[in-house]
């Protein structure tokens, strides 16, 4: 007997209340800005003498200055050569603020498209997560959702209006969250919803594997509506409505792998999972997934190619947020991260532990077959997403940070890595991080982008770093990248130095200690040594 969309929806509802605050646990607003936070907007802002990484694909150039107006660029100029002095006369003038930026690098404020800002039990006060995902030069977050429904519209109101230290917040919503009208329970109702979502200005639909008549309706009303659609076309669902399904019936993008695998069986129409499997065991749910590396078609075969041509085709966009299922690979890696002593909240850590009962703490008895697993399935993850984007494919950035030991922020610029591991040029890398993003968010509401990459009359958003990213992506981290310094001593270098959103001038590493000092007043209130490591087992 076939289940319901309904049946779906509530049990996405009970896996995903671990950053869904109840009604008796609200997570926390973030506080008004102060005055001492971020500087600007200006009337004339000039960023002097830095390498441009114009984040559409084209290659490093500079010296150049780029002159902000208030919260737009207005002007890019090329003012000499490497290597040789700057003529001056050439400069542009009028600056009521400047930015010296010579031998730094200055790319387009980056774009995470699946974000959940969290609430109690990780962390209470989501100015937590805003502030670590700026410190990284994220300016726009999608949140998928992120968080309760009227907390969220709240929340992007005061962060479009800078009255809060926070990215860009573009809000996606699941279907029948926010509303008295109870689950999606017909193609009717389906609609309905997105009629009232869209009226209440909801950007987009964070869908799951609905039925495909729910699945249908809700993606042909949100196309008449202009909002968005991604999906996490989970194992519940999976088996009738796959990657390719949903991407038939219009669904812009997906997020995460599910359904792309299921999409490329060879042998099998649903996994063949142990006779033991019970989806509401997480270790069972996150461990076996895996496990289909060697259930699809191999590289470069017909049905290989002729799914990439079909995506192509339907100008599919993969959002594949690698960085949130790695620790599978390495759990005493991810563990052990060098950031987690200083930034992440002892109540962060209580959420990583192992727990039956918060979703992905799944390390109930992980073992080296489990990470020879995963590993194969990368190997078979990256093929294809390398596959797709030298055909033509867009390929963005998403972190899903918060669980399974990934750090709002940190958790992203693993993701940027990740693609170069995938084997993208870290000028794609950035081009996935920034324009492709931007055109993820403006494309299904029939507008050009209006972020993305620097342009004049584009909205100022700026990373501003003094590394070279391109030649190691590891300086993005804001605790940067060990280099051994001419006196054969280690150092770190790199992490963003101005994070600019809305030309609003943010000090990223100031951003950092506030986080750090979160940390510290939460071991002190635990009764802890406030330099007391936060990792217990």
């Known amino acids: 007997m076939q289940r319901s969309g309904a049946f779906f929806l509530v049990l996405a509802f009970l896996l995903l209340s671990a950053f869904t605050p109840s009604l008796d646990a609200q997570a926390i607003p973030a506080p008004d800005r102060g005055s001492d936070e971020g500087e600007g907007p200006f009337d004339r802002l000039i960023i002097r003498g830095a390498t441009v990484i114009d984040g559409a694909g084209a290659p490093p150039s500079g010296p150049t200055d780029i002159v902000i107006e208030g919260n737009r660029i207005v002007e890019v100029r090329t003012v000499g050569y490497p290597g040789v002095p700057i003529d001056e006369d050439r400069r542009p003038t009028g600056a009521t603020r400047e930015i010296d930026a010579h031998g730094h690098y200055v790319l387009p404020g980056f774009i995470d498209l699946h974000v959940h800002s969290g609430g109690p039990p990780k962390n209470p006060e989501v100015e937590y997560a805003y502030k670590l995902w700026l410190a990284h030069g994220i300016t726009t977050v999608r949140g998928v959702g992120l968080n309760e429904f009227e907390h969220s519209l709240s929340e992007q109101a005061r962060s479009a209006a800078n009255e809060i230290v926070a990215p860009r917040i573009v809000n996606y919503q699941r279907p029948g969250n926010g509303w008295d009208r109870g689950p999606i329970r017909s193609p009717e109702l389906a609609r309905e919803w997105v009629r009232w979502a869209a009226e209440r200005g909801v950007d987009g639909m964070k869908l799951g594997a609905e039925d495909p008549p729910i699945m249908e309706a809700l993606l042909d009303e949100a196309r008449l509506h202009g909002l968005g659609s991604t999906a996490h076309l989970g194992q519940p669902g999976v088996h009738w409505m796959n990657a390719i399904d949903a991407a038939r019936l219009g669904l812009g993008s997906m997020t995460h792998f599910y359904g792309l695998f299921e999409s490329l069986y060879a042998n099998n129409s649903i996994q063949p999972w142990p ?263």
């Open 275 to 537: 006779t033991d499997y019970n989806y509401m065991n997480e270790q069972d749910r996150f461990g076996q997934v895996a496990r289909q590396w060697d259930l699809i078609h191999p590289r470069g075969s017909e049905p290989w190619n002729a799914l990439i041509q079909e995506f192509l085709e339907l100008d599919f966009i993969i959002d594949p947020t690698m960085t949130i299922y790695y620790a599978g690979t390495n759990v005493q890696a991810a563990r052990e991260a060098w950031y987690h002593d200083t930034y992440t909240l002892p109540s962060m850590w209580d959420f990583f532990t192992p727990d039956r009962r918060a979703h992905g703490s799944y390390w109930f008895d992980w073992t080296t077959e489990d990470e020879v697993a995963w590993s194969r399935f990368y190997r078979r993850w990256w093929e294809f997403l390398e596959d797709y984007k030298n055909a033509g494919g867009r390929v963005t950035t998403g972190s899903d940070s918060g669980f399974i030991y990934k750090l709002y922020g940190f958790g992203y610029i693993e993701e940027l890595e990740l693609l170069q591991h995938a084997g993208f040029h870290p000028l794609e890398v950035i081009r996935a991080a920034t324009l492709h993003g931007a055109q993820a968010i403006f494309e299904p509401k029939g507008q050009p982008i209006d972020y993305g990459i620097i342009r004049p009359g584009l909205l100022a958003d700026l990373v501003i770093v003094e590394e070279n990213p391109l030649q190691n992506l590891k300086v993005l981290y804001g605790t940067g990248a060990v280099r051994l310094n001419e006196s054969n001593e280690p150092e770190r270098v790199g992490g963003v130095k101005y994070t600019i959103k809305d030309g609003i001038v943010y000090d990223a590493k100031q951003l950092l200690e506030d986080v750090a000092e979160m940390v510290r007043q939460q071991k002190i209130e635990r009764g802890m040594d406030p330099n007391a490591p936060v990792r217990r087992y």
